[in-house]
């Protein structure tokens, strides 16, 4: 049975960072991959349009079956109420009917990812949406790594996927977003990026990897 796969990417990226090589794996494996990208910035800012031409084309890149984009202000989701969230997020839920998903991590340090993973959270239950049947949390470089170092918000990974075949592939995407991308010691850049997979690979023996939280699982 093919999978119909569901990325929620609180920013046009998230879904390179945290998922980009398992995204690849999903889709070489035969796989349905959809995007749902939550904010944008404002049509006034002299980057809109490179934004939108980077999205286009990282979405060639990945092969995604279909993208839907809710427009809400970036840097500001937590001014909408989580009522307006959830109803959004619902509808792509419903249109698509994924039975596995990919959610931001709870407890990263940016205030539009952990309201953004509260309400696809709400939209997971099993009485509404049965067709749902896996839930991760994926780890974005330069806002997983910040939680607070508590029991409740670290990212403690119980999944490991192997991309040591699709790594060159989530870095050529990954440089499409150009302007998200700083030298070391900023988080987000290749050395950064490879150092991580590296990192989560050598848990479960391979050269690459990316790592997840297993939310539920239903067999």
């Known amino acids: 049975m093919k999978n119909k796969v569901l990325i929620i990417a609180v920013h046009p990226d998230d879904e390179t960072l945290g998922c980009g090589g398992t995204l690849l794996k999903h889709k070489a494996n035969g796989d349905e991959i959809h995007w749902l990208i939550c904010t944008t910035i404002d049509k006034s800012h002299s980057y809109y349009e490179t934004r939108e031409k980077e999205i286009e084309k990282v979405s060639n890149l990945y092969g995604f079956d279909s993208v839907h984009n809710l427009r809400l202000k970036t840097m500001q989701v937590d001014e909408y109420s989580m009522s307006e969230l959830v109803d959004k997020i619902s509808k792509v839920i419903n249109e698509v009917k994924p039975n596995i998903i990919y959610l931001p991590f709870k407890g990263d340090v940016h205030s539009d990812h952990r309201k953004i993973f509260e309400a696809s959270f709400s939209c997971t239950k099993t009485f509404r949406y049965p067709f749902i049947k896996k839930i991760y949390m994926i780890e974005t470089l330069s806002e997983t790594e910040f939680a607070p170092s508590s029991v ?3 990212f403690i990974p119980n999944v490991f996927v192997d991309i040591s075949d699709f790594m060159d592939k989530k870095l050529e995407i990954m440089r ?3 302007s998200e991308i700083s030298p070391h010691p ?4 290749e050395i950064n990026i490879k150092a991580l997979a590296t990192f989560r690979g050598a848990t479960c023996a391979c050269e690459y990897a990316e790592s997840f939280v297993l939310l539920k ?3």
């Open 152 to 154: 409740t918000d670290s």
């Open 217 to 219: 699982e239903i067999l």
């Open 176 to 178: 499409v977003f150009e």
């Open 186 to 189: 900023f988080p987000r850049n």
